[in-house]
């Protein structure tokens, strides 16, 4: 009999074609990598497969403007921890903090976190941001006595593009729904 495969550890990610039907559709270009990642040192806690997707699951790093995704990423605790909160935030090019989210509030974290802990995070949030490249961070935060302190914290850990809307009025980083109106004379 023919020898078995070999295992992976996890089935193949469903990534979206490169070659597409229309230039508007959100797809994956897999030279859109940040080299300005940093890892901050581990306080019992890593972040692994940071990642955008569609709602439906297909990764992708181009995105059409207004559309819903989700920005995902997988917390594995090492150490038990105590107050944990996740968070993510987008970030410009140049390193200016335009939105993040958390979890939960400061008020009601999670609990407890046993070590060998895996939880997967998900944080959907609708393409609001200008024609642009942007950067993703993805942190962990807990209690060490009576301070909150990151147990993991990953700066430029994925990188997005935002498609060009030809009949976009906004400028700057955001769409704020502005509606302008014009009265001649």
């Given amino acids: ?5 070999a295992a992976t550890a996890q089935p193949p990610a469903t990534v979206a074609a ?3 039907s229309t230039p508007d559709e959100p797809y994956w270009d897999e030279g859109l990598v940040p080299k300005s990642t940093v890892v901050y040192p581990p306080r019992g806690c890593t972040i692994e497969d940071a990642r955008i997707e569609t ?6 790093n181009v995105l059409r403007p207004g559309d819903e995704y989700v920005f995902a990423y997988r917390a594995c605790f090492d150490a038990p921890a105590v107050g944990v909160r996740f968070g993510m935030m987008v970030r410009s090019l140049t390193g200016v903090e335009l939105a993040g989210a958390v979890s939960h509030p400061a008020s009601r ?8 802990s895996r939880v997967e995070v998900r944080f959907r949030f609708r393409a609001l941001l200008n024609a642009g ?3 993703l961070n993805a942190g962990i935060v807990g209690m060490q006595g009576e301070t909150e302190t990151y147990l993991a914290r990953y700066v430029d850990v994925a990188m997005f593009r935002v498609l060009r809307d030809p009949e976009a009025l906004a400028t700057g980083f955001a769409d704020l729904g502005v509606q302008p109106q014009v009265e001649a004379g």
Avoid: H
């Avoid at 009999?1 to 495969?5: E, I, K, R, V």
């Fill in 18 to 20: 490169v070659a597409r």
């Fill in 133 to 135: 490249t942007y950067f």
């Fill in 55 to 60: 709602p439906e699951g297909t990764r992708v």
């Fill in 1 to 5: 009999p023919p020898p078995a495969p």
């Fill in 109 to 116: 974290p999670l609990e407890f976190m046993a070590s060998g």
